[in-house]
Nanobody
Framework: QVQLVESGGGLVQPGGSLRLSCAFS????????MGWYRQAPGEMRDLVAS???????QYADSVKGRFTMTRDTEKNTLDLQMNSLKPEDTAVYYC?????????WGQGTQVTVSA
């Protein structure tokens, strides 16, 4: 069992920045994919960024050039640096881990971009 705990959400003005962090309760030795998703009210949960085992990082078109995802294997964290935030980035952001055994989600962290 692995627990995912997100942190770093909050209220920010348009154009501002936030850094989200996802902490894994155990070391991850193999996985299919890990990443960040977001869900706005009344919308589907959408991919923001993900990395596949042995592969590179992919980003949703809407966040390319503004968001950067980084994985720290020593700290067992997966961070999402979000710059130039827009009101349409407002959503609950979820950390995701897909392993050969099962799929894990964090509890989510709210990001609100508003003046």
């Amino acid at each position: 069992q692995v627990q995912l705990v997100e942190s770093g959400g909050g209220l920010v003005q348009p154009g501002g920045s936030l850094r989200l962090s996802c902490a894994f309760s155990a070391s991850i030795f193999s996985f299919n994919n890990m990443g960040w998703y977001r869900q706005a009210p009344g919308e589907m949960r959408d991919l923001v960024a993900s990395i596949a085992w042995g592969g590179g990082t992919q980003y949703a078109d809407s966040v390319k050039g503004r968001f950067t995802m980084t994985r720290d294997t020593e700290k067992n964290t997966l961070d999402l640096q979000m710059n130039s935030l827009k009101p349409e980035d407002t959503a609950v952001y979820y950390c995701d881990l897909d392993t050969p055994r099962r799929h894990y989600w964090g509890q989510g962290t709210q990001v609100t971009v508003s003046a």
